[in-house]
């Protein structure tokens, strides 16, 4: 049973099918309500479009009450811990929270110490678990299995949340992994994960091609390169398109620099998922969400006492 | 059908007769519900309290699910352009946009390139659609007609949204338009729409005095006039208001500059429809929604066969 | 009937009680719903978690609709005053509102004039009347009792709202207050509502200990006194927690300074009710939201008929 989603290397393979199941069963037009009045709230520390509406619409889907939680208007303000805010809302009586926070495992001073389920939608340069079950339920859904596949990750892999996930993530299902982009982006440790291999080879190769997000707010030097520069050795160009496999698809977490990491006439072609990403993460979050509400409503009767008795 | 509503002008006078027409219904008690759970959202990219309330209030009583967006932390920092943010919000599942941006016809990016109506809540000095709608129920829910009525528009008419829209729309439905003002604030391309006339004559001819806001965050020279001679020169004063017509009404968007644009003791006076024109917001957007979202359901085989073949 | 929540000064003694007993029955299950859709809006003009997210519980737990409102986004920033503002919420068809504000009494522009109920959820330095009534009920649900009980109120009274409120109520309830903490922050007034006694005696003698939190952002002059120094002479250490009374409780309005108002060992020891005290703060706001809820659903007719008459 899982209690909380804080990072994939926690889970299981089996952990891990059993959650894209679940979104399929949701894609497919499932529903579930907990059959209480359930509340979650979104703790977004960092700027963020895409998950926290993503959150949003799979938690109003499965009929929660979502309680609006502004980072910038709240008691951390006043200094208040991480920690106390959480405990807080436990107290107030949410259900689950989600959290993004840009300290890396700021998870730790949650886990075991609060008595609702956490869910990490981003930790610094850490862990991304849900943006990653949907790159893997989106390429499930485009091939039907992991074993076999070979998936390129492109880009600013030391910086990435998504590339450690995903990496670590695919080759425990079976699928093989390289990597690409600038040379100085990539590090050593991630050699036993997969091979780093040119980019006019690497695209040749893969049936997934998965292109990162240079994130511009975390890089100092950037100059050394230009944005057309950066296109033209690591981006994938219209003529690097045409020459990848038939069937392959194209992935990229978003927001897109549209003419950096990806040609802007390409961010919607065929071959892209990219939009398709989105539409999945919604399910995906849906299959979080109901997981560890179940948990929360079986664990429910013990929590209770736990409470009195303090 | 209407698809989506960005401007006024797009609109033929029968189009407009309707959605008044179903406003009055709203006004009346009537209720519509989707038939299933469907999701819109407010982009408010300025800020505003009377028109996204409204909308936040209208969307409720339809029964849909508004999801938050605040421009302040969303993926539009990290240099994402409108377009790809709404696409985003497609491919995650809304059904509707509402989008008040600073940018003239922002919406021109959106139009045919996404899938889902967007209802226009202001673009810069453009339109505003939804504050003109409510302006002309608000006129014949008082008169019953427009043809033959005299409507005053008095102040910053070349900054303001809502002179355009509302004198087109008049002209179209059959009234008769008059400006006033500072002439420095107006623009020679209205005389076709209306005559100039002086302030002290206006309000003793018209039926209708729609009085605009001063934009004081528009205004860089305002120091050439202070707020009170603006006031004695070319707002409501007491005295004046007690020269109008028998049965004529006050007409304001709010926020209101009390003692600038009209005297703090009119705000509330029995001429006054400026609260009323509130009210009555909440259902010209109901209206508008109805319409869109009837259109979406209309069209929504057709939108899934197209997301599909992507 | 209570119309308006603006200050424990107005209550009866019964008209308290008699909210407390709401409160008790929504802790123990009791549902009550309007029996219509209802509009609410939180307007919180300083920063808060505890209260507004309680709040917004308490709220959906009434299954209202909660309007979103952010002061840093509104017409407030266009210069408008408050009275427009909730005028203006009231006819877009709020049925109540709660406000948050920095200057005292701010609800004196709005009671007799708004025509929807006003619920104070703090004022400046004045009144926070719902985190009075849940420290009541914390005590009654402790003691079952106010009569003869010793409550001591620690800390920076003079910027407290809470003090006040607090030491007001006590009294007409039957408690004795007493105070302690940094004589400078105390002020002769309060000898009226009980005495001043140093912190080592009072631990020694009260029933109920109230912990203030300091109000960092309140002092100026801070520097006279370290954190660890006021730890020492004014907090709760485990030392002096060790003396307190058989049964006596430990009470904190949160958000705690750990280490400073108490060690940060206590805050979750068995005689601390901190964060029952922030459970009990749902129950009690959705007693409040009730009362001036059927307060507004009897007077409506008569409403009605004042808005139309305008």
Same mark, same amino acid.
């Given at each position: 049973?899982?209690?909380?989603?804080?990072? /994939?290397?926690?889970?299981?393979?089996?952990?891990?099918?059993?959650?894209?199941?679940?979104?399929?069963?949701?894609?497919?037009?499932? %529903? &579930?309500?907990?059959?209480? %009045?359930?509340?979650?709230?979104?703790?977004?520390?960092?700027?963020?479009?895409?998950?926290?509406?993503?959150? !949003?619409?799979?938690?109003?889907?499965?009929?929660?009450?979502?309680?609006?939680? !502004?980072?910038?208007?709240?008691?951390?303000?006043?200094? !208040?811990?991480?920690?106390?805010?959480?405990?807080?809302?436990?107290?107030? @009586?949410?259900?689950?929270?989600?959290?993004?926070?840009?300290?890396? *495992?700021?998870?730790?001073?949650? /886990?075991?110490?609060?008595?609702?389920?956490?869910?990490?939608? @981003?930790?610094?340069?850490? %862990?991304?678990?849900?943006?990653?079950?949907?790159?893997?339920?989106?390429?499930?859904?485009?091939? $039907?299995?992991?074993? $076999?596949?070979?998936?390129? /990750?492109?880009?600013? /892999? *030391?910086?990435?949340? #998504?590339?450690?996930?995903?990496?670590?993530?695919?080759?425990?299902?079976?699928?093989?992994? *390289?990597?690409?982009?600038?040379?100085? &982006?990539?590090?050593?440790?991630?050699?036993?994960?997969?091979?780093?291999?040119?980019?006019?080879?690497?695209?040749?190769? #893969?049936? #997934?091609?998965?292109?990162? =997000?240079?994130?511009?707010?975390?890089?100092?030097?950037?100059?050394?390169?230009?944005?057309?520069?950066?296109?033209?050795?690591? @981006?994938?160009?219209?003529?690097?398109?045409?020459?990848?496999?038939?069937?392959?698809?194209?992935?990229?977490?978003?927001?897109?620099?549209?003419?950096?990491?990806?040609?802007?006439?390409?961010?919607?072609?065929? =071959?892209?998922?990219?939009?398709?990403?989105?539409?999945?993460?919604?399910?995906? *979050?849906?299959?979080?969400?109901?997981?560890?509400?179940? $948990?929360?409503?079986?664990?429910?009767?013990?929590?209770?006492? &736990?409470?009195?008795?303090?």
């Amino acid at each position: 049973m899982l209690r909380n989603l804080v990072s /994939i290397k926690d889970m299981h393979k089996d952990e891990i099918l059993l959650i894209l199941m679940q979104a399929k069963k949701f894609a497919q037009g499932e %529903q &579930w309500h907990a059959g209480k %009045q359930m509340f979650v709230a979104n703790l977004f520390f960092e700027a963020s479009t895409r998950t926290k509406t993503s959150f !949003e619409v799979a938690e109003r889907k499965l009929g929660l009450e979502v309680i609006p939680f !502004e980072a910038g208007s709240s008691s951390v303000l006043k200094g !208040e811990t991480l920690h106390d805010t959480v405990r807080t809302l436990e107290s107030i @009586g949410l259900d689950a929270v989600v959290i993004r926070h840009e300290a890396d *495992r700021y998870y730790e001073q949650l /886990i075991n110490k609060i008595n609702i389920p956490v869910i990490n939608a @981003g930790d610094g340069c850490g %862990q991304h678990p849900t943006q990653c079950l949907l790159d893997l339920f989106t390429i499930q859904q485009e091939f $039907g299995r992991f074993d $076999g596949l070979k998936v390129g /990750i492109v880009g600013d /892999i *030391r910086h990435s949340r #998504v590339a450690r996930s995903d990496a670590e993530a695919l080759r425990k299902l079976g699928a093989e992994v *390289r990597f690409s982009g600038p040379p100085e &982006w990539f590090e050593e440790e991630y050699l036993s994960a997969g091979e780093f291999v040119p980019m006019d080879k690497l695209v040749e190769e #893969v049936d #997934v091609l998965m292109l990162l =997000r240079i994130q511009h707010e975390r890089h100092d030097s950037e100059a050394e390169m230009t944005k057309e520069q950066y296109h033209q050795m690591y @981006g994938l160009t219209e003529e690097r398109e045409k020459r990848m496999k038939t069937g392959s698809i194209i992935m990229h977490p978003a927001p897109v620099n549209r003419g950096v990491e990806i040609a802007s006439s390409l961010v919607e072609c065929e =071959r892209s998922r990219i939009f398709k990403q989105m539409e999945n993460g919604v399910f995906v *979050r849906m299959a979080v969400l109901k997981q560890v509400l179940e $948990g929360r409503l079986t664990n429910e009767l013990a929590n209770q006492k &736990w409470q009195y008795s303090c």
